[in-house]
């Protein structure tokens, strides 16, 4: 077998290794860069905003508190930081999320808002917000928290199941998580035609999604189930790549697919529901977010999920500025800027790859 | 390390694919080809063999229960090869190819992927995107990954289906050289029974999910077992380099196949 395929050229073990190196030093790089990014982005986050305070002075208030006023320690502890941190937390976990659920059902529309976990927290957040429960130790606004997250972790678990139930291919999983975000989606509407005048403000606002929920409390929440949960997204990785290329070939090389699928749904579950239940229905991170990473670093799930994890963060985070600078004066909720700049950028991602191709 | 197979039944719900079908011990350093018609059950076989399937009977490779290990265990011993490797991977050739190994050391690793490339004659390939690909080299790259993983027996769901005449006889060639080499065994499904012919040490002839006919290709390749499994007539001859060639006039009627 000498010779070789029409119109490429011969390449020995040495040179192949080598370019092998090389593309995952670039890959290293990209997602080094991608951290970098992330720094700046939420260093110019924090130095936006309506109080004219400058990054300089920002800066020296994180680290030496004492050297602001008390309104200036407020602006920058109680809203600055939390929401710039959430901004990150949120967009990693989210397109974390949506990164492994792309894998794992095979599907480049799926994630959690796709697939109905969005949907299920906002059905959730909205029956606490129109019923509220008399409980003295927790307060509507936790109940409305805790709601979203059961929810959000019923619409997963019912997923879970469908991947479990014999035969249900990754086709019923999908189809199953379509119908139920038009099942939670017409509950949601069903409240908000029963709801008094005031409750649907809140009802509304609360579908969505805005980062002005933040506090740390939620912050080190969060915070711990992405280190928690990335660890073994990593561990699994190598069986996720195989898996891309088909559930036949995987599981005949040695990969128990039902497992890594199950796995997987747990991790996003608590990614997932997590970070909606503390900001509510931010769509398209997601699902964009991956999409993004997988043009830059390819389908190594090792480089593809950190990459991920890092442009949902940088995504939300840049959204946030542009939550700040949208409407003077006026924060809009970060959900409704994610929609307006994260498609466009997608729809011209998408149309670049394809000329490329 | 000979493959024995015994009283396979693979059932999809209710309908039996596979009635309880036993082969000849099947030795080390062979390739089969599985030959018969469209839904004879010649994939389901297969994809039963390799653990893709629910399945009763036995299995056995040099005497181990490959029924009773577990996946890893056993895609050790048996790896299997879909008729395609999907589209739309963002990966490159060589990164495929290493993905399917998953462990060992990096430069090991890198060795034994670029000799899988190699050996079907594609590594000039290694830094292409599989999505550059036309459908027959992905065919290709996908054979590599099975060949990279040196399994003790390689199931190959029609591994020439996308291929053109050059590379149908040179893959089948080197799947025969890597078989012999290491005394390995490889089971093919093949629809192109003169291919079979010519690359196959044995012929195992499935028709209706049993077993019709096993042997070499020159033992029971006859026009009888042609009408009778595919409804054709034809003639099988040698050419003037004595390899058997099966020359089909026309398909039979209804009412002849009756």
């Known amino acids: 077998m000498n010779s070789h395929v029409q119109g490429a050229t011969p390449l020995d073990l040495e040179r192949a290794a080598l370019g092998y190196r090389r593309l995952l030093a670039r890959r290293c790089a990209l997602v080094v860069m991608l951290g970098v990014l992330l720094v700046v982005s939420v260093l110019a986050d924090l130095a936006s905003g309506a109080s004219g305070m400058g990054l300089g002075q920002l800066l020296a208030g994180v680290f030496d508190p004492d050297s602001l006023s008390a309104t200036e320690r407020v602006i920058i502890w109680n809203v600055r930081l939390p929401y710039a941190l959430m901004a990150v937390l949120v967009g990693a976990a989210l397109s974390l999320a949506g990164a492994e659920m792309q894998a794992i059902l095979d599907n480049p529309l799926a994630s959690p808002f796709t697939l109905g976990v969005s949907s299920a927290a906002a059905l959730g957040a909205s029956l606490a917000i129109a019923y509220p429960l008399t409980i003295s130790w927790l307060a509507p606004s936790g109940q409305v928290t805790v709601a979203a997250f059961i929810f959000a972790c019923c619409s997963l678990l019912l997923l879970q199941a469908m991947a479990r139930l014999r035969g249900a291919g990754v086709e019923s999983l999908v189809l199953f998580g379509i119908a139920l975000v038009f099942s939670c989606n017409a509950l949601v509407s069903l409240l908000q035609l029963l709801a008094t005048e005031d409750v649907l403000q809140q009802l509304v606002f609360w579908t969505l999604g805005s980062l002005a929920r933040a506090n740390w409390e939620k912050l080190a929440i969060l915070a711990a189930v992405l280190a928690v949960v990335l660890p073994f997204s990593l561990r699994a990785a190598p069986s996720m790549t195989l898996l891309r290329m088909g559930e036949d070939r995987a599981r005949s090389f040695g990969v128990d697919v039902r497992r890594l699928r199950y796995a997987s749904l747990l991790r996003i579950s608590l990614l997932a529901a997590t970070a909606v239940a503390f900001v509510g229905t931010i769509g398209f991170v997601g699902l964009v977010g991956p999409h993004m990473a997988r043009l830059l670093v390819g389908e190594d799930q090792r480089f593809l999920l950190p990459a991920s994890a890092l442009v949902g963060a940088l995504l939300l985070s840049l959204s946030s500025i542009a939550s700040k600078l949208i409407l003077p004066g006026v924060i809009v909720p970060v959900g409704i800027v994610t929609a307006l700049v994260g498609v466009p950028v997608f729809v011209a991602l998408i149309f670049r790859r394809g000329r490329r191709l | ?258």
């Open chain 2, 1 to 258: 390390m000979n493959l024995k197979v015994d009283g396979i039944q693979v059932a999809y719900g209710r309908r039996q694919i596979i009635h309880d079908l036993t082969l000849p011990e099947l030795p080390t350093g062979s390739l089969v080809a599985l030959v018969g018609p469209n839904g004879a059950g010649k994939s389901t076989l297969l994809r039963a063999l390799a653990g893709l399937e629910r399945m009763r009977g036995q299995l056995s490779l040099g005497g181990r229960d490959l029924l009773q290990l577990n996946p890893t265990e056993r895609a050790r011993l048996l790896a299997y090869m879909p008729q395609q490797l999907p589209p739309g991977i963002a990966l490159g050739v060589l990164e495929s190819v290493l993905a399917a190994l998953r462990v060992g050391n990096e430069s090991d690793v890198l060795r034994a992927a670029f000799e899988a490339l190699a050996r079907i004659g594609i590594e000039s390939l290694a830094e292409q995107s599989l999505d550059s690909l036309s459908g027959g080299q992905r065919q290709l790259v996908s054979l590599a990954q099975l060949i990279a993983r040196k399994p003790q027996v390689l199931l190959l769901d029609e591994p020439t289906s996308a291929l053109d005449l050059h590379y149908q006889l040179r893959v089948m060639d080197s799947v025969r050289e890597l078989v012999r080499e290491h005394q390995l065994m490889a089971l093919a499904v093949l629809h192109d029974i003169n291919l079979a012919a010519a690359s196959a040490d044995f012929l195992v002839v499935l028709h209706n999910g049993r077993l019709y006919a096993r042997g070499a290709p020159q033992d029971i390749l006859t026009p009888r077992l042609l009408a009778d499994v595919y409804g054709v007539e034809a003639r099988v001859e040698r050419c003037s380099r004595g390899r058997l060639q099966v020359l089909v006039d026309r398909a039979l009627t209804p009412a002849e196949r009756a």
